[in-house]
């Protein structure tokens, strides 16, 4: 027999032994693939295809590993449980991607970390990612990380599939379900994995998942095609069963989707003043559901309710009274539909100041003289862009600007001396280069003749 030949042939024959027996490697897992969290809903998921079938009947699946709360681990390109179990366990210890991946070198189960390919994200870092490419992973291999997310792949078509998914998967706007099916299907390219490209595929397994906080056992979203027929590509196969998961769910109240925004961040404490609450119930296509629904509200602190309207067109309002002592409200909303309470994860606050100075009745009067306001962005959450609005009661030099978490700051919005009056102007989610902001918390600062206020953002792509 031809040396290469017989090479290949005990190759296969080592695949083949490994299936049956469970032998601790599977040869090139995965092809290509995408972990990633969204750090404003706790939701961490995990995607991606490869060029073999059924392997422990779920195909390409076997490599994702996805911890409710925590973060998402994908060991691929000769897959080890071993491996994968140890991953598992560095994460709950509380490592960070980067100390995992190297935790993994060092301890690799074959002693040969050269053949491996790790993706990592971590949801408890703020969306902290890193990734690892064996040198002696199957070319083309590589990999691409950025906040939130890590992308990586092997026996690839090229760098073109990393990269294509990559950028699909920051310019999706919608969940982050949406966005990582999106991305897996920028690299369903026939022989995007090189060995699929005789049957006409991209691959032959593929995968999605979703889990959120609060899932226990059961996933938010997991759908798997472990094995598709020759031609039959079995991302189109994933995106009908994705199409037909979110069908399901049309009618149901998305609970970190939906939206609870009060007109104002404060009131003067005078026990008469007003701010009015809108409850924007959607589903998980980010729709707005059928009116008709019922509204519960409940607050932390000494403010009044007045009866909850519904607007005939998927939204509702109410209003929330100051009290006449200063402090502050913390609202709950659950929304009842049938048989099914949903509580949203939003929980808007409201505060009571002191009223001296403060005339009127609303949340939204005239600053006094010297005084200004910045009011809550709307809408919120928001994706693309936000309008940011504030009031100034005296010619006043302005600087107002955009920060991330970390206190970096991301855009400076205006920067000059402004007579009184109101103003309004809509931040469209991007830095001061001009680059997409991924999603997450940001803060509007504005300092007005060396005050300073703050209101929270929240961008959801």
Known sequence: ??????????????????????????????????????????????????????????????????????????????????????????????????????????????????????????LTRGGESAAYTGVNCWAYRDHVTGPGYAVQGNILLGQVILDTMQHTFLNTPGTLADRLMKALEAAKIIGADTRCAVRNTSSQSAFIKVVRIGDGGTPYLQEI????????????????????????????????????????????????????????????????????????????????????????????????????????????????????????????????VPATGLPGQTGVERPAPGDFRLYPNFPNPFNPGTVISYQLSVVSEVDLSVYNLLGEKVVILVTERQPAGHYRLTWNGRDEGGALMPSGVYFAQLRVNGGVRTVRMVLAR
């Open 1 to 122: 027999m031809d040396v290469k030949l017989k090479i290949h042939f005990l190759a296969r024959m080592t695949i083949c032994f490994c299936l049956i027996a469970g032998c601790l490697t599977v040869r090139g897992q995965d092809t290509f693939s995408i972990v990633a969290v969204d750090t404003l809903t706790g939701e961490i998921g995990s995607a991606g295809a490869s060029c073999v079938g059924p392997v422990n009947g779920v195909g390409a699946f076997i490599l994702s590993d996805v911890i409710e709360g925590v973060g998402a681990i994908h060991t691929q390109a000769f897959w080890s449980p071993v491996n994968q179990q140890n991953a598992h366990a560095r994460m709950l210890e509380g490592l960070s991607p980067q100390e995992i991946i190297d935790w993994l070198i060092t301890n690799d189960v074959n002693s040969d970390p050269t053949i491996r390919q790790y993706g990592i994200v971590d």
């Open 225 to 352: 095609v472990p094995d598709s027929p020759v031609g039959v590509d079995p991302i189109g196969l994933l995106r009908e069963q994705f199409d037909l998961w979110k069908q399901n769910l049309a009618n149901t109240v998305d609970p970190f989707l939906s939206q609870a925004v009060f007109n104002t961040d404060s009131l003067p404490a005078n026990g008469t003043a007003e701010a009015l609450l809108t409850v924007v119930p959607k589903n998980n296509a980010d729709t707005l559901l059928a009116p008709g629904l019922e509204i519960l509200l409940a607050n932390s602190g000494e403010g009044s309710w007045g009866p909850v309207s519904d607007l005939g067109n998927g939204t509702y309002v109410a209003s929330l009274s100051a009290p006449a002592t200063a402090g502050s409200d913390t609202v709950s909303v659950r929304v009842v539909d049938g048989p099914d309470t949903v509580a949203l994860a939003a929980r808007p606050i409201l505060r009571y």
